[in-house]
């Protein structure tokens, strides 16, 4: 058994290296070989760990770990203050005052104590004076919410500022305790649409994490009332709507996220409550009839995010066995010429996601398998009943799983007489058969693997159907989109050719003449628009399309009013253009052993160079691409904005272009992409904003509010996970941001960006230790940024070092940090805790750029002034002839450096340290 003085010693060291984790292991394991009547060594322990976590801003284990060492020694005042710390920076300031008035009886003289009893005390008054204000705004938004039909804008605008009192626990409290439900729920029947759609917001921000309210809200409001809103045939209505029982879902999960085991186990009955009755509400909703399209579209985006464990329910399991997959299959084998169930031309594709979000859910092959079974027997059932119409259906079904879980998708087109059934659909001169059957064999080649296959029996069927001119425009056109995926199945491999050389140019203009035409409906130009995509994949193509401006145009105007449904197709071919997608080069080592084992090695088209890129990009912005992406930053779809991200920049890649693109409306567009949808589309469009920030006028680039909306997408990367580039580009751009204001600078701490710029500082490659380093010296000009130097830490020894690096640039910005903060005597006191501190002095008052050695003599002068002991050690050191020196150099460019050095020795003589000069 190990000894506890030796693992509290070990971790008492490791915590001073700041190797914080490590530390809590070592007390961890004291706790364990502690015995229980040992409280001392418990208490200590417990309260050392408790500092551990406190600096790992982990303030919940703080708070447990400090509660366990003032229950086995409670008058501990250390372990109290800790508490404190934590509790306040949970913003629990009633609780942390209540503490640290216990505190300061304990320890009243502490200056410490007092200070942090000062702060709650200012912070429980903000406290009370906001809950006071936002009574009085609850009152005045009902008021102005009763008022007469003829003010209807501001009955709009109450009902806009009912959301964002609600977002705020605080008014969501007050509104929720005077009744607001019961008129939030009036609200929500008033005749005007926006009125309605503010009402629905508000309502789904009251349920948003509080169980309690949301119970309520639930019962109140009523299932069928919900539904009623829902189930509108408007999309906005809908969405919103179905956003409130999204929240109530996640809502009331809380903390229980278990997922049933097997069938056996899943049954509904499993599920408890309230929640029961919300999953079995939503599955009737699903198939409901009378629920609109846009309805249903909402219903299913609303299993997409509750049905995963990581961030739902976790009842996907549950929702299968219960007959979930069953009514889903029914909703995604709806053909719209048959009009049985009301869907939107998205419908399809939703179905898609929640298909593949299920599967991916379904833990083992055993489920899987399950999974599957289901889907054969729904489609066995359909293609049983022997007509075209069922026919139909269950090809339309294949399509969907083909978009969604593949795997699960080509198993059932695989099946004994599937391909048959689809030969004879296209064959057959019903368009609403061809239609059908074409989309699925599209959409079974989704793989190259699969591709393959496809070309052989696909390729013969497409052809004949798009040079048929009799056939329907809605199939020539899903067939031509068909060639051009196939056609394109090498991807930007320009060793892969499937059709002769010249094919995917003539495709391409095949593809314009409907995607161009005004005169063709929108499903004709959503699918032209998904085979440019697949034809842009091929250099030539790309090349001939930018040297047409027209052409170009065309499809910018398209971009600009296009539908919803179009937007992944047009973003793709600006992607494809501007080459956006990243793709991973492997090592050259790699390549050549793949050539050597005579294994395929994908070749970049020589019209894919950078050069030609550039050219491309230029020629897209001459034509007004930023107000087409614009004008889709719309979307709802995250992988879209992911694609916008990286076409977005892509464009600023060459500095000369981000001037126009900031002028066109492309930054404002980029804070939307920064800060919603997947991580990398927003990382890739937080860059973006990086790369305009660093070169040009933040003030100009971001006026206003701006300039706070971008510092937490810059903020997100500073992220390990993010590439060094990255990391690089965003410090540079929060340094230029810092400039700006105080309250920049006071976001930028908000956002906790310290701590990220803090680790940055230690970093190995020169550049991004500099670019930390200058981010640091701009931010600590802000109150909070400063107060972190002046706590037990090592901030100020790291900014003494960092000005000692031979970088000139690393020991610019440390000497500005030191220069701005040696106003402070316990900054003074920390700079003279570094051993070589007179050394690192000497350096940089020695050294020959300019900007050093002014810094680095204003920080001497300081340190003099404040404290007669630090400026007799620095006058006891060779420091005093380099300030003899350089107070005599009275050349024009070095005054101000000489009146720095003559201050700090009118100090000194001050001090009677020295004899002023002649006696």
Same mark, same amino acid.
């Given at each position: 058994?190990?000894?506890?003085?030796?693992?509290?010693?070990?971790?008492?060291?490791?915590?001073?290296?700041?190797?914080?984790?490590?530390?809590?292991?070592?007390?961890?394991?004291?706790?364990?070989?502690?015995?229980?009547?040992?409280?001392?060594?418990?208490?200590?322990?417990?309260?050392?760990?408790?500092?551990?976590?406190?600096?790992?801003?982990?303030?919940?284990?703080?708070?447990?770990?400090?509660?366990?060492?003032?229950?086995?020694?409670?008058?501990?005042?250390?372990?109290?203050?800790?508490?404190?710390?934590?509790?306040?920076?949970?913003?629990?300031?009633?609780?942390?005052?209540?503490?640290?008035?216990?505190?300061?009886?304990?320890?009243?003289?502490?200056?410490?104590?007092?200070?942090?009893?000062?702060?709650?005390?200012?912070?429980?008054?903000?406290?009370?004076?906001?809950?006071?204000?936002?009574?009085?705004?609850?009152?005045?938004?009902?008021?102005?919410?009763?008022?007469?039909?003829?003010?209807?804008?501001?009955?709009?605008?109450?009902?806009?500022?009912?959301?964002?009192?609600?977002?705020?626990?605080?008014?969501?409290?007050?509104?929720?305790?005077?009744?607001?439900?019961?008129?939030?729920?009036?609200?929500?029947?008033?005749?005007?649409?926006?009125?309605?759609?503010?009402?629905?917001?508000?309502?789904?921000?009251?349920?948003?994490?509080?169980?309690?309210?949301?119970?309520?809200?639930?019962?109140?409001?009523?299932?069928?009332?919900?539904?009623?809103?829902?189930?509108?045939?408007?999309?906005?209505?809908?969405?919103?709507?179905?956003?409130?029982?999204?929240?109530?879902?996640?809502?009331?999960?809380?903390?229980?996220?278990?997922?049933?085991?097997?069938?056996?186990?899943?049954?509904?009955?499993?599920?408890?409550?309230?929640?029961?009755?919300?999953?079995?509400?939503?599955?009737?909703?699903?198939?409901?009839?009378?629920?609109?399209?846009?309805?249903?579209?909402?219903?299913?985006?609303?299993?997409?995010?509750?049905?995963?464990?990581?961030?739902?329910?976790?009842?996907?399991?549950?929702?299968?066995?219960?007959?979930?997959?069953?009514?889903?299959?029914?909703?995604?084998?709806? #053909? @719209?010429? *048959? &009009?049985? !169930?009301?869907?939107?031309?998205? =419908?399809?594709?939703?179905?898609? +996601?929640?298909?593949? /979000?299920?599967?991916?859910?379904?833990?083992?092959?055993?489920?899987?398998?399950?999974?599957?079974?289901?889907?054969?027997?729904?489609?066995?059932?359909?293609?049983?009943?022997?007509?075209?119409?069922?026919?139909?259906?269950?090809?339309?079904?294949?399509?969907?799983?083909?978009?969604?879980?593949?795997?699960?998708?080509?198993?059932?087109?695989?099946?004994?007489?599937?391909?048959?059934?689809?030969?004879?659909?296209?064959?057959?001169?019903?368009?609403?058969?061809?239609?059908?059957?074409?989309?699925?064999?599209?959409?079974?080649?989704?793989?190259?693997?699969?591709?393959?296959?496809?070309?052989?029996?696909? #390729? @013969?069927? *497409? &052809?004949? !159907?798009?040079?048929?001119?009799? =056939?329907?425009?809605?199939?020539? +056109?899903?067939?031509? /989109?068909?060639?051009?995926?196939?056609?394109?199945?090498?991807?930007?491999?320009?060793?892969?050719?499937?059709?002769?050389?010249?094919?995917?140019?003539?495709?391409?203009?095949?593809?314009?003449?409907?995607?161009?035409?005004?005169?063709?409906?929108?499903?004709?130009?959503?699918?032209?628009?998904?085979?440019?995509?697949?034809?842009?994949?091929?250099?030539?193509?790309?090349?001939?399309?930018?040297?047409?401006?027209?052409?170009?145009?065309?499809?910018?105007?398209?971009?600009?009013?296009?539908?919803?449904?179009?937007?992944?197709?047009?973003?793709?071919?600006?992607?494809?253009?501007?080459?956006?997608?990243?793709?991973?080069?492997?090592?050259?080592?790699?390549?050549?052993?793949?050539?050597?084992?005579?294994?395929? +090695?994908?070749?970049?088209?020589?019209?894919?160079?950078?050069?030609?890129?550039?050219?491309?990009?230029?020629?897209?912005?001459?034509?007004?691409?930023?107000?087409?992406?614009?004008?889709?930053?719309?979307?709802?779809?995250?992988?879209?904005?992911?694609?916008?991200?990286?076409?977005?920049?892509?464009?600023?890649?060459?500095?000369?272009?981000?001037?126009?693109?900031?002028?066109?409306?492309?930054?404002?567009?980029?804070?939307?992409?920064?800060?919603?949808?997947?991580?990398?589309?927003?990382?890739?469009?937080?860059?973006?904003?990086?790369?305009?920030?660093?070169?040009?006028?933040?003030?100009?680039?971001?006026?206003?509010?701006?300039?706070?909306?971008?510092?937490?997408?810059?903020?997100?990367?500073?992220?390990?996970?993010?590439?060094?580039?990255?990391?690089?580009?965003?410090?540079?751009?929060?340094?230029?941001?810092?400039?700006?204001?105080?309250?920049?600078?006071?976001?930028?701490?908000?956002?906790?960006?310290?701590?990220?710029?803090?680790?940055?500082?230690?970093?190995?490659?020169?550049?991004?230790?500099?670019?930390?380093?200058?981010?640091?010296?701009?931010?600590?000009?802000?109150?909070?940024?400063?107060?972190?130097?002046?706590?037990?830490?090592?901030?100020?020894?790291?900014?003494?070092?960092?000005?000692?690096?031979?970088?000139?640039?690393?020991?610019?910005?440390?000497?500005?940090?030191?220069?701005?903060?040696?106003?402070?005597?316990?900054?003074?006191?920390?700079?003279?805790?570094?051993?070589?501190?007179?050394?690192?002095?000497?350096?940089?008052?020695?050294?020959?750029?300019?900007?050093?050695?002014?810094?680095?003599?204003?920080?001497?002068?300081?340190?003099?002034?404040?404290?007669?002991?630090?400026?007799?050690?620095?006058?006891?050191?060779?420091?005093?002839?380099?300030?003899?020196?350089?107070?005599?150099?009275?050349?024009?460019?070095?005054?101000?450096?000489?009146?720095?050095?003559?201050?700090?020795?009118?100090?000194?003589?001050?001090?009677?340290?020295?004899?002023?000069?002649?006696?």
């Amino acid at each position: 058994m190990e000894d506890p003085v030796k693992l509290k010693e070990r971790g008492n060291e490791l915590f001073k290296n700041g190797k914080y984790k490590e530390a809590i292991d070592e007390y961890t394991k004291g706790l364990n070989v502690c015995g229980k009547d040992n409280n001392n060594d418990r208490a200590v322990f417990y309260k050392n760990r408790a500092a551990c976590y406190l600096k790992l801003e982990n303030y919940k284990k703080t708070i447990n770990d400090t509660e366990c060492a003032l229950e086995l020694s409670p008058g501990d005042t250390k372990a109290l203050y800790r508490k404190c710390q934590a509790l306040e920076h949970l913003a629990q300031f009633e609780e942390a005052y209540r503490n640290a008035m216990k505190l300061l009886h304990l320890d009243g003289k502490n200056s410490a104590v007092q200070a942090m009893c000062r702060r709650l005390n200012i912070a429980l008054t903000q406290k009370a004076n906001e809950h006071a204000k936002t009574e009085v705004k609850v009152a005045q938004m009902f008021n102005l919410l009763n008022t007469k039909e003829e003010d209807l804008e501001k009955k709009r605008q109450a009902a806009q500022n009912l959301i964002v009192l609600a977002r705020e626990d605080a008014g969501a409290e007050r509104i929720f305790r005077e009744g607001g439900v019961t008129r939030i729920l009036q609200l929500a029947d008033d005749k005007d649409k926006e009125t309605r759609m503010s009402a629905l917001r508000a309502m789904a921000c009251l349920c948003t994490k509080h169980k309690t309210r949301a119970l309520a809200i639930m019962k109140e409001v009523g299932l069928d009332n919900l539904g009623k809103h829902i189930g509108a045939d408007d999309e906005e209505i809908s969405a919103a709507a179905g956003n409130v029982l999204q929240q109530l879902v996640i809502s009331l999960v809380g903390e229980d996220k278990r997922e049933a085991k097997d069938a056996d186990q899943a049954v509904v009955q499993d599920i408890t409550g309230e929640l029961k009755t919300l999953l079995l509400f939503i599955m009737k909703m699903l198939s409901d009839v009378n629920v609109s399209g846009y309805g249903r579209d909402a219903i299913i985006d609303v299993l997409i995010k509750v049905l995963p464990e990581k961030e739902g329910t976790g009842k996907a399991l549950t929702f299968v066995y219960n007959g979930g997959l069953n009514k889903l299959l029914l909703v995604a084998c709806q #053909v @719209p010429d *048959l &009009k049985r !169930l009301p869907i939107t031309p998205n =419908t399809r594709m939703h179905c898609s +996601v929640l298909f593949n /979000v299920m599967y991916d859910e379904m833990g083992g092959d055993k489920k899987r398998e399950y999974y599957r079974e289901l889907c054969h027997k729904f489609l066995t059932e359909r293609f049983g009943h022997n007509s075209m119409e069922s026919n139909m259906e269950a090809v339309t079904a294949i399509s969907a799983l083909l978009q969604g879980p593949y795997d699960v998708g080509s198993d059932m087109l695989s099946r004994e007489g599937v391909l048959e059934v689809m030969v004879s659909m296209t064959a057959s001169k019903d368009e609403r058969l061809q239609v059908v059957a074409t989309e699925a064999i599209i959409h079974s080649a989704n793989t190259q693997k699969f591709c393959k296959g496809t070309l052989t029996a696909g #390729v @013969p069927i *497409l &052809k004949e !159907l798009y040079r048929d001119t009799k =056939t329907a425009e809605r199939v020539r +056109v899903r067939a031509l /989109v068909g060639l051009c995926k196939l056609g394109s199945y090498g991807g930007s491999d320009a060793s892969i050719k499937t059709f002769a050389e010249g094919s995917s140019v003539r495709l391409a203009g095949e593809v314009r003449k409907f995607l161009v035409s005004a005169k063709k409906d929108l499903d004709i130009r959503k699918w032209a628009a998904e085979g440019m995509a697949y034809v842009t994949l091929d250099a030539d193509v790309k090349e001939e399309l930018c040297e047409d401006n027209e052409a170009l145009s065309a499809i910018i105007e398209v971009a600009k009013k296009a539908d919803a449904s179009m937007y992944f197709g047009i973003v793709s071919v600006f992607v494809n253009i501007v080459n956006s997608l990243d793709r991973e080069k492997p090592p050259k080592e790699l390549i050549e052993l793949a050539r050597f084992s005579k294994q395929h +090695v994908p070749e970049d088209h020589p019209k894919d160079a950078p050069e030609f890129i550039k050219k491309r990009v230029s020629a897209l912005l001459a034509n007004g691409i930023v107000s087409g992406l614009n004008a889709m930053c719309k979307t709802d779809s995250d992988s879209v904005k992911e694609l916008l991200g990286g076409v977005f920049l892509a464009l600023v890649e060459d500095q000369e272009n981000r001037g126009l693109v900031v002028a066109q409306g492309g930054a404002k567009a980029c804070i939307g992409l920064a800060t919603s949808g997947f991580k990398r589309g927003k990382n890739l469009a937080a860059q973006t904003l990086a790369k305009i920030a660093i070169t040009t006028n933040p003030e100009i680039a971001f006026p206003g509010q701006r300039s706070l909306e971008i510092v937490g997408p810059l903020v997100g990367l500073l992220d390990i996970e993010c590439t060094g580039l990255q990391n690089f580009e965003a410090l540079m751009a929060l340094t230029n941001l810092a400039q700006m204001s105080d309250s920049v600078r006071t976001r930028i701490v908000k956002e906790r960006g310290l701590p990220y710029i803090e680790h940055y500082l230690f970093e190995e490659h020169d550049m991004i230790q500099r670019a930390a380093t200058e981010c640091m010296c701009n931010l600590v000009m802000n109150e909070k940024a400063f107060e972190t130097f002046l706590a037990e830490n090592d901030k100020v020894k790291l900014m003494v070092v960092l000005a000692g690096e031979e970088d000139e640039g690393t020991a610019i910005a440390a000497t500005g940090a030191l220069a701005h903060m040696s106003h402070n005597d316990i900054i003074c006191k920390k700079i003279t805790a570094v051993k070589s501190w007179l050394e690192i002095l000497q350096q940089v008052c020695l050294s020959e750029n300019g900007d050093i050695q002014h810094r680095a003599l204003y920080v001497v002068a300081n340190m003099m002034e404040n404290d007669k002991d630090i400026a007799e050690k620095i006058i006891e050191s060779p420091l005093l002839e380099i300030l003899m020196v350089r107070s005599k150099d009275m050349s024009p460019e070095k005054k101000t450096v000489q009146e720095l050095a003559s201050k700090a020795l009118q100090t000194a003589t001050k001090y009677e340290l020295i004899k002023p000069t002649g006696q």
